[in-house]
């Protein structure tokens, strides 16, 4: 086996044991970035020569120091909306282009103690706004399946990086489903925790209500390793809590015990024929082992996208007030202060950016704030209680990951509507701030099939389970072909 195949725990668990070195590792790393990135384009900065020191300064570390590292050696790229003093933090956005952060992300420097290698950012939608990574303002990111399709967003750089296996594992972020439904369109697993459980301090944010970082991984294990390392109360992150965090059992599922929801409101309309059919054997196959599937209902989910594009956007126009050509990022000349704002705006911010300032600049203004913000967030109370009520009666939740499978290149950007249904069935996690993972369910087609799995607030330990077991019920079909390479 090439190292570009083994899991982040194997890897770590190799270099703690000096069977493998980090340096090695690394080498074999960047040489598979240097033949497959051209074709997917998942990274916007590469430090390949700090990544190389990062390893060899693993490699001189005492043997004591050395096997106490959870990622000793293992390669990670970050999403580049999470500040990096080494690398530039962009967003993927011309109005921050060039900017390094003063400090590191807080998991980012979780992730550095634990002994992980930052090999670069990566490429993704505009400050997180999109569902295709078509809106970075740099470059497109290929799916690694098929390089005329999305990766999907606004994680697509991680997601892609990880299927091309550049590296084991990446950092994401979800706002309404941006680590899950890329998870989805690339046969990797992507996971949501619970909302405050992993620190955003560092995060540039788009939503702050809804945003929360995440794995993406080759499989729950390793999601559930990088879980491990970032979670945990942060005093620098307002909103993260002080809980302890909740790992996966060992043990294996016992099918029987457990009850799974499905919605009925989550129907046929608008769900791909090939999505439809493998959610119905998954229940197929997991009914043959004992599990009780049950129909719950969860009936405000019909205005999740609403509320969804209400309060996300309301915020946004907040957050990105900032970035106003005055103390860093990109600065356009004007004849005087509010000429400057103006053109440093409408040069620096993309169309996508734009329109969901505007539409959150709208429903927070006088006269409409009731209509439309209040509104929305009284929707998001139901969403909430609609889980809360599911919850009494099952363990967890199944669904699609997405409605579809992954899309060509252009197929949704001139509809933003269509784009924003891509995420219907993620969005109400976020809303409701509950866990939720994505597990690939094989191939139509030739392209992935992801499920996803709600849990409850604080749920994560019985939710990596159950993802875990259905994981060895249902296998991988393997790994996207990259020129001629498995």
Not at 302 to 314: G, K, Q, T
Not at 371 to 384: D, N
Request: glycine share 10%.
């Amino acid at each position: 086996m090439r190292i570009y195949e083994m899991t982040a725990g194997d890897i770590a668990s190799k270099v703690r044991r000096k069977d493998l070195s980090a340096t090695e590792c690394m080498e074999e790393i960047a040489e598979r970035i240097g033949r497959v990135e051209p074709s997917v384009g998942a990274f916007l900065h590469l430090n390949l020569d700090e990544a190389m020191r990062q390893a060899r300064a693993i490699d001189n570390l005492p043997s004591g120091e050395r096997e106490r590292l959870p990622l000793a050696g293992v390669p990670v790229a970050v999403k580049d909306n999470m500040a990096t003093q080494s690398m530039p933090t962009t967003a993927a956005s011309k109005i921050l282009e060039g900017f390094v952060a003063p400090y590191d992300a807080t998991v980012v420097s979780r992730l550095q103690h634990a002994g992980a290698v930052i090999v670069g950012k990566t490429n993704m939608d505009e400050f997180a706004m999109g569902s295709s990574t078509e809106h970075s303002a740099y470059q497109l990111t290929r799916n690694p399946w098929d390089r005329d399709r999305v990766p999907g967003g606004s994680s697509g750089g991680s997601a892609a990086a990880v299927a091309a296996q550049m590296v084991p594992v990446a950092l994401g972020s979800d706002t309404g489903g941006s680590i899950r439904q890329p998870a989805s369109y690339c046969g990797v697993t992507g996971f949501k925790p619970t909302y405050g459980r992993v620190s955003r301090y560092g995060l540039i944010a788009f939503a702050s209500s809804l945003d929360q970082i995440g794995p993406l991984a080759r499989n729950v294990d390793d999601a559930s390793l990088i879980y491990e390392v970032i979670a945990g109360y942060d005093p620098l992150d307002a909103s993260s809590l002080r809980v302890e965090k909740a790992l996966p059992k060992a043990t294996d599922v016992s099918w029987a015990n457990v009850r799974i929801g499905v919605p009925k409101q989550y129907g046929s309309s608008g769900l791909d024929a090939s999505v439809q059919a493998r959610l119905a054997e998954v229940i197929s196959r997991l009914e043959s082992q004992g599990a009780s599937v049950v129909e719950v209902s969860l009936p405000h989910t019909e205005y999740a996208i609403a509320a969804y594009y209400l309060v996300a956007p309301a915020e946004a126009s907040s957050n990105l007030s900032r970035f106003d050509g005055v103390r860093y990022g990109y600065r356009a000349s004007g004849a005087d202060l509010l000429e400057m704002y103006e053109n440093t705006r409408a040069q620096g911010f993309g169309e996508e950016v734009k329109r969901r300032i505007l539409l959150g600049t709208h429903a927070l203004s006088a006269g409409y704030y009731d209509a439309y913000y209040l509104k929305a967030q009284k929707i998001r109370t139901l969403i909430r209680q609609d889980f809360e009520q599911a919850f009494a009666a099952v363990d967890v939740i199944l669904t699609p990951t997405t409605p579809d499978l992954a899309f060509r290149f252009g197929e949704k950007s001139q509809d933003p509507l269509q784009m924003y249904l891509s995420d219907v069935y993620t969005v109400t996690a976020n809303l409701a701030g509950i866990p939720a993972i994505s597990t690939p369910a094989g191939l139509a087609g030739g392209l992935p099939v992801g499920m996803q799995w709600l849990g409850p607030i604080m749920g994560e330990e019985s939710l990596l389970h159950i993802a875990r077991g259905f994981e060895k019920l249902w296998p991988s079909e393997g790994w996207p072909a990259l020129g001629g390479e498995a």
